[in-house]
């Protein structure tokens, strides 16, 4: 499953009140303002969809947390930029990158050839891949093999919703049901409404520390993949400045440590 504000304009609100002057003088202050602002105006606005632990989830007391959080606050710091986060559809993302709603998209978001059709990503910062998770007890499952005639679950919009379009379109996999968030279709599979999952490794290595012998996975890496932060094509400064910032994180140790820290109990 983000990261920078890059201010838009305010002069709209700013512009209700006072003399036909001066309204006019706020409406031209609008139009100037529209198409995004530059680097270095104030927050940069990142898109999340925070319901995809550990990259992206919510505390107790509704704080956004996560690895790419995490990551991003410390590429911020790195560059001197500063990042507000807000909390999104996962479908909606790459549209509001697109209408300059939002600066930066940061929610475990793959490097594919249709999105980069649509959207510029900086350098990948971890490896993905996809797999199949089972419940716990399942024993007739072991792999994308035998998922003919079975429930499979998937998140919308995502890299393992098309791959699984795909296997249900070769008569590999019975039925496909599509859910806004993979924490939706884990509980599916808790409940026993899916036989499977087919979603990102790292996110599934999650669920299955977090309800350790209830979740399971089976078989190999179906299709590997990249994770990047996303960015609206055109906006070179900002993605070079985000490249900047991964360079320095990583060399700095910090990195590895945010790994560490998400990732070191959801290792198989």
């Keep these: 499953m983000y990261f920078f504000k890059f201010g838009n304009s305010t002069g709209v609100k700013r512009a209700k009140r006072g003399l036909l002057g001066l309204c006019l003088a706020g409406l031209c202050m ?7 602002s530059s680097e270095g105006e104030g927050a940069l606005v990142v898109g999340t969809e925070a ?3 550990p990259f992206e989830m919510t505390d107790d007391a509704g704080n956004i947390i996560g690895f790419d959080i995490d990551l991003l606050k410390a590429v911020a710091r790195a560059t001197g930029l500063e990042v507000e986060f ?6 909606s993302l790459v549209p509001a990158i697109q ?3 939002i600066d930066i998209g940061a929610s475990g978001m793959s490097i594919t050839p249709l999105r980069l059709k649509q959207i510029d990503f900086s350098d990948p910062y971890i490896e993905a891949g996809l797999v199949v998770a089972v419940g716990g007890s399942s024993q007739g499952i072991t792999g994308v093999d035998d998922l003919k005639g079975k429930r499979v679950a998937v998140q919308q919009g995502t ?3 098309a791959k699984s379009e795909e296997l249900l379109a070769a008569g590999k996999i019975g039925s496909l049901k599509y859910f806004p968030n993979v924490s939706v279709a884990m509980m599916e599979l808790l409940n026993g409404a899916v036989d499977a999952v087919i979603n990102d490794k790292p996110v599934t290595q999650a669920f299955v ?5 209830k979740i399971k996975i089976v078989g190999g890496t179906l ?25 320095l994180v990583k060399e700095s140790g910090e990195f590895d440590a945010l790994i560490a820290k998400y990732f070191s109990s959801a290792e198989e």
């Design 99 to 101: 209408g300059g709603n």
């Design 209 to 213: 520390a977090k309800h350790p012998g």
């Design 51 to 53: 319901t995809y632990p």
């Design 159 to 161: 890299t393992g919703a």
């Design 30 to 36: 609008v139009l100037s303002g529209c198409g995004g």
């Design 86 to 91: 807000r909390d999104m559809d996962f479908d």
């Design 223 to 247: 299709a590997s993949d990249e994770y990047g932060f996303a960015i609206a094509k055109g906006r070179e400064e900002l993605l070079s400045q985000i490249n900047e910032g991964l360079r």
